[in-house]
């Protein structure tokens, strides 16, 4: 990944001191700080990674109802408000398989549940 691509996305989003915390075949995933210091993640997908903006209008059409709130988005780069503590996928490999089935209960009325406004067009799986 090239180092300006990621200085064009923290100026274009206003964020600063990114670390890179995780690379992916979809993405590289960087722990940034927002003007006033507050935690925030910076996804720069790669080219593998950008079916991820069908995803992202999603979870800005959500607002934070079931998922983390989009931020912003510049190009092929999403800014996601930080939420602490492991991902679904560390607790299951962690092998609390009985705490993931409780997150993906409650999870699941919230992302079915009804919008203000009709949901964006999604990717067909």
């Known amino acids: 990944m090239a180092p300006d691509r990621l200085g064009r996305a923290c100026t274009a989003l206003g964020v600063a001191d990114p670390t890179l915390i995780a690379t992916t075949l979809s993405s590289h995933v960087f722990r940034v700080a927002l003007p006033d210091g507050t935690p925030a993640a910076?996804?720069?997908l790669t080219d593998a990674g950008r079916e991820e903006l069908t995803g992202a209008r999603f979870m800005i059409w959500r607002d934070?109802?079931?998922?983390?709130?989009v931020l912003g988005m510049h190009d092929d780069a999403i800014l996601i408000e930080w939420l602490d503590g492991p991902s679904l996928g560390e607790v299951m490999r962690a092998g609390d398989v009985a705490r993931g089935i409780d997150v993906i209960a409650d999870l699941l009325p919230r992302l079915h549940a009804r919008g203000r406004t009709p949901c964006p067009p999604l990717q067909s799986l």
């Open 64 to 69: 934070g109802a079931g998922t983390a709130r």
């Open 42 to 44: 910076l996804k720069l």
